[in-house]
């Protein structure tokens, strides 16, 4: 008797952990709900993401089809991404093959949680951007000076010269952004 008594009780218990865990996780999913990531739809809103951000991850396409991704600097304006590096390099090859470049920036990080020891109430608050289009280079000096200009003011105030060398050995390529897309992840997060 004494047995079957602790028997029922255990299982009382057992069945109280699994309503408690079953409403935690209906509490969980109805949290993530009200977290959804959203679609951004506002030219403004996206490139003032583009503009918080210091580096974009440039994906461009190996000769056998894979992809080859590599962060880089760079500048925005005018639904346009200025890029630069040296005169010779991978992706200048690959380039040579195919110039279509997809760029990503991400914004706003912050991790954030419900519960410090429920890994899937973990998440990440931020914002992102993907973006499309092909490179061309800048040959003339002066739209060179002009493109790493617009470059430089990605990262401080101040105004720059360019020795003619230095403007002769730079690469700079120009992709006229073709297809935007912007998301924000967990905005809505309490
Ligand atoms: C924060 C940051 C900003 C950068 N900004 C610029 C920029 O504005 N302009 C610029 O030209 N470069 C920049 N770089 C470097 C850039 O990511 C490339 O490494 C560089 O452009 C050389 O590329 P490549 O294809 O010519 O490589 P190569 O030197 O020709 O490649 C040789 C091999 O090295 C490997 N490799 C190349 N780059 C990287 C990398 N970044 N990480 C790991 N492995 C690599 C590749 O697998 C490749 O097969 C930046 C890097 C960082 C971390």
Request: glycine letters at 4%.
């Amino acid at each position: 008797m004494q047995k079957s008594g602790f028997k029922l009780t255990f299982f009382e218990i057992r069945l109280k952990h699994i309503i408690l865990y079953h409403r935690f996780f209906i509490h969980l999913s109805t949290k993530t709900k009200s977290m959804r990531t959203s679609i951004i739809t506002e030219k403004i809103e996206i490139e003032d993401i583009i503009n918080q951000c210091d580096v974009c991850f440039v994906g461009i396409t190996e000769a056998d089809g894979t992809p080859y991704v590599f962060p880089m600097n760079f500048g925005y304006s005018n639904g346009e991404i200025i890029l630069h590096s040296a005169p010779e390099g991978k992706h200048l090859n690959l380039l040579a093959l195919n110039n279509k470049i997809c760029a990503t920036f991400c914004s706003e990080r912050k991790l954030v949680y419900q519960h410090p020891d429920v890994a899937c109430s973990y998440s990440m608050l931020a914002k992102s951007v993907i973006c499309k289009g092909s490179v061309t280079f800048i040959d003339d000096l002066n739209e060179k000076m002009e493109a790493l200009n617009i470059t430089m003011k990605n990262y401080t105030d101040r105004s720059f010269k360019y020795s003619k060398p230095a403007l002769i050995n730079v690469k700079v390529w120009r992709v006229k952004v073709e297809e935007m897309t912007a998301k924000a992840f967990g905005q809505n997060f309490k």
